[in-house]
């Protein structure tokens, strides 16, 4: 037996399937430069339909540099590649940057013990799940997967296909680009286009009846073979222009080991226009979150033949296709392709307003279960018609949803009466409309004001009650590729028959910003936090510091002890300030990005106080004459400090940007100013703000320290407040030391006045670990990374060793050359 034959068997013996193994494979060399196509010797796949990102073999022969030849392959997707040299053969691990690496060589006459070595690590499912970024692989170890070659290889393929599509959509748009007919028209021809490609350049039997006939029979066998409708705008197809683009992607990449997701990305970044966007509300499902959700969901759990998956606003279909994948793995092994077709059809489907966007999720879907055809079940249908969602969601076992999340309009709300009577928001109706239709589970992306936010009190009550177990997570605001929503998943499963359960267990999760990338690539949203609710609840979401914030729910809050108020609001915000003072103008701050520091206000400028010009009359009403602290009305970053605040002793007037907070008892604006930019006030904004604005409601709980040293604190943030006006007339290193000494013990006071247990003060200090202290100085933090005690910060700076001292504030903070400090000094005045 040959060494080729016998990896051939080999690899049968471990499960792969005679039709995902290929000889003589070629595929595009999207690593390389240009568009190139390479090809191997024999290529194995953990599943149909063949892509990179389930290829996991590969097998090169007869190469005099094996190490060259792989890498050059590398394209294919296949952590695994054997090479070929006489009787012997060497097996190789591929990365996504350095070389391939030789593991071991063997004869082949050894191949079948080495085969029956790795049994484990190259099962198709087993190798499978390590590919599938995210998902639990269970306790095998795999040495040969490198994380980061799919990313690299979806980078690649991605750039190369828009480029591609945008050339194709550039020939077939109108020449009036206010013709939205005639554009949409150009971008369904566009992607019909990109589907006959793809079966051409997987050899497709029905690709060979039109090679060679011209566009028009190119269109027509797409048409037919899918089953899709004849593109008709009220226009003459432009078979000139489309002759010109089928030429264009002639010239493209080759498509034959493209994924489905693929599909999602075209449709998402080169075919939906602003316009659409707005329309439809159209933020696509990153592959990373579908996939994070349908295996939280554990369809495995569902008796198969009563599962029914439907995904209302279907979008691209990101949530069916993986669902397809996941349903596919359970699927009885001994079931021809047709068996599982006929079944996946049946048991997936979903509706979508937009027509374009429901051939996207069809043909996503076709690819997804290649080389079948058609049959899936897309209904293009206005879900905010009376009735419509809930005919949709009838019957369903498991409903995914990533709904659009824009409140009514009133026009919206005169035209769907019964959706705008229901619920503020779109994302909200379609919720409530998701928890009626009684599905065993369901999985939802949705507002990040779902976890906390009022509107949402009487939902998170029901679905607490319903469902045995309730999952949250928490996401980066750049999830999506193309829009930047605060948001959120919820996986909720365990549905119960009756109503009459006493608890329900609560899982919450968070994907920090600076994480979010990172969850992109592995679907790993950060450590669980598990705890049991008795019912009924709204109080589902677990944050980070829960711990904390039940230790302080006795704690003074700042409502009881401050009259807190918003700033002034123009009926025109822009006409509302000027540079110069006139008549009913006077001083004040208009924007925190121009005037907020920590400790410090600076630029005033003049406000409008003319009353005709007010959205409201009672700001003008406040003592704005009188001392208080003014704070940044929305968040100052995405990260865990958010909140800055200055003491205001000059009268100023402020915008609504800002929040206004007059002491009324105990607490002085000095001592206020300080623990309002403390690490305690801005982990509880950050934990308990539903999305970027912070409301006064939430402002008014924030926990106060229940006794504090007000003359020690007034020295130290005096002192504080004089360093930061030397730093900013004429920044230097040695101020910058001296300015994080003082802050530190500036927080080490407040923190004592809470008096929180040392592990929970830690904790307190760790959330804000690799986040950026929004002060006009570098911050150092509060004591060397190696300190790893649980001693509270006063107990520290307490010891001889000051934290403001030592080689670790030197490491950080380099003397500066003076040309550099004129240079800071001038660009802050």
């Known amino acids: 037996m040959t060494a080729l034959a016998s990896i051939e068997r080999g690899l049968l013996d471990l499960g792969y399937t005679s039709e995902s193994l290929f000889r003589d494979y070629r595929f595009a060399d999207v690593l390389g430069d240009g568009d190139g196509i390479r090809s191997v010797c024999l290529a194995a796949f953990t599943q149909l339909p063949e892509s990179f990102r389930s290829a996991a073999f590969g097998v090169v022969d007869g190469d005099v540099d094996p190490a060259g030849a792989i890498r050059a392959r590398s394209a294919l997707g296949a952590p695994v590649f054997f090479s070929i040299d006489g009787e012997s053969v ?47 692989a269970g306790p095998v170890q795999y040495d040969f997967v ?31 680009p206010d013709d939205l007919g005639a554009q949409r028209s150009a971008f369904r021809l566009t992607f019909r286009l990109l589907a006959a490609k793809i079966l051409a350049d997987r050899g497709h039997a029905i690709a060979e009846e039109w090679g060679g006939q011209g566009v028009g029979a190119v269109l027509a066998g797409i048409q037919s073979y899918y089953g899709l409708a004849v593109v008709d705008d009220g226009e003459p197809l432009p078979l000139d222009r489309a002759a010109v683009a089928w030429a264009r992607l002639g010239q493209a990449i080759n498509l034959r080991n493209i994924s489905a997701d693929s599909l999602a990305f075209v449709y998402e970044n080169t075919l939906v226009t602003a316009d659409t966007r707005r329309l439809f509300g ?6 990373a979150v579908a996939e994070y959700v349908v295996g939280a969901l554990r369809l495995e759990r569902f008796d198969i033949e009563q599962l029914r998956l439907v995904e209302p606003f279907t979008g691209a279909g990101i949530f069916l296709v993986a669902a397809l994948k996941r349903l596919r793995d359970l699927l009885p092994a001994n079931w021809s392709a047709s068996q599982r077709h006929a079944y996946l059809v049946q048991r997936l489907s979903g509706a979508e307003l937009d027509m374009f966007a429901c051939e996207v999720a069809t043909l996503s879907l076709i690819l997804a279960d290649y080389p079948n055809a058609n049959g899936w079940k897309i209904k293009s249908r206005d879900l905010f018609d009376d009735g419509a969602l809930t005919q949709t969601l ?11 999340f824009e409140d009514f309009t009133p026009d919206e709300r005169r035209d769907y009466p019964e959706a705008g009577s229901a619920a503020a928001s779109k994302a909200a109706f379609a919720l409530q409309k998701a928890v009626e239709a009684a599905p065993g589970a369901l999985g939802f992306v949705l507002p990040r004001g779902f976890l906390l936010h009022h509107g949402y009190r009487e939902l998170r009550t029901k679905i607490a009650t319903v469902y045995d177990e309730v999952e949250l997570v928490s996401l980066p605001d750049r999830i999506f590729q193309k829009a930047s929503y605060p948001c959120a998943l919820l996986i909720a499963s365990g549905r119960r028959a009756e109503e009459v359960a006493k608890i329900t267990r609560v899982v919450s999760r968070t994907v920090p910003e600076q994480d979010c990338l990172n969850f992109l690539r592995s679907g790993e949203p950060g450590p669980e936090r598990i705890a049991t609710r008795s019912l009924p609840t709204s109080d589902l979401w677990i944050s980070e510091l829960d711990e904390v914030w039940a230790y302080l729910a006795r704690a003074p809050r700042l409502g009881d002890h401050a009259q807190i108020h918003r700033g002034l609001r123009w009926k025109v915000q822009g006409k509302g300030v000027s540079d110069e003072p006139g008549p009913l103008r006077e001083r004040g701050y208009f924007r925190p990005r121009d005037s ?29 004459r009188e001392p208080k602290i003014l704070i940044n009305a929305q968040r100052v970053s995405r990260g865990a400090w958010r909140l800055t605040a200055a003491a205001d002793r000059d009268g100023m007037l402020a ?7 007059w002491p009324s008892g105990d607490y002085s604006v000095n001592v206020l100013e300080a623990i309002l930019n403390g690490p305690v006030a801005n982990a509880f904004v950050t934990e308990h703000s539903a999305n970027q604005h912070f409301t006064n409601e939430m402002v008014k709980r924030l926990p106060l320290p229940s006794r504090i040293d007000d003359i020690a604190l007034s020295e130290l943030t005096q002192r504080y407040r004089a360093q930061l006006r030397a730093y900013l007339a004429r ?4 101020l910058v030391i001296e300015l994080n000494k003082t802050l530190v013990e500036i927080d080490a006071v407040i923190l004592q006045g809470y008096d929180l247990p040392p592990r929970l003060e830690r904790r307190v200090l760790d959330f804000f670990s690799g986040a950026k202290r929004p002060t006009a100085h570098p911050f150092a933090g509060w004591m060397p990374p190696e300190v790893r005690t649980f001693t509270p910060l006063h107990e520290l700076l307490g010891r001889s060793q000051s934290l403001g001292r030592g080689s670790w504030v030197l490491d950080v903070f380099k003397p500066i050359p003076s040309t550099e400090a004129d240079a800071i000094a001038h660009f802050i005045d």
């Not at 630029?603 to 009672?618: C, I, S, T």
Request: glycine share 4%; net charge neutral; charged share 20%.
């Open 90 to 136: 060497g097996v190789w691990s591929v990365g996504a940057r350095a070389a391939p690496t030789l593991r071991e060589r063997v004869t082949v006459a050894e191949l079948p013990a080495l085969f029956d070595r790795y049994r484990a690590q190259w099962d198709p499912q087993a190798l499978h799940r390590a590919k599938a970024l995210g998902q639990d």
């Open 146 to 176: 490198d994380l980061g070659l799919l990313p690299a290889i979806e980078s690649e393929v991605e750039a190369k296909l828009h480029q591609a599509m945008a050339d194709v959509v550039a020939i077939l748009s109108p020449s009036n």
């Open 282 to 287: 159209t933020h696509s499902t990153p592959r």
């Open 394 to 404: 009838a019957g369903a076992t498991v409903i995914l949803c990533n709904p659009p």
């Open 596 to 624: 907020l520091l920590a400790y410090e206000l600076r630029r005033p400028r003049w406000l409008d106080v003319a009353p005709e010009n007010q959205v409201w009359p009672a700001p003008l009403t406040r003592p704005w």
């Open 655 to 661: 915008s609504q940007q800002f929040t206004g907070i």
């Open 731 to 734: 920044p230097d290193s040695a």
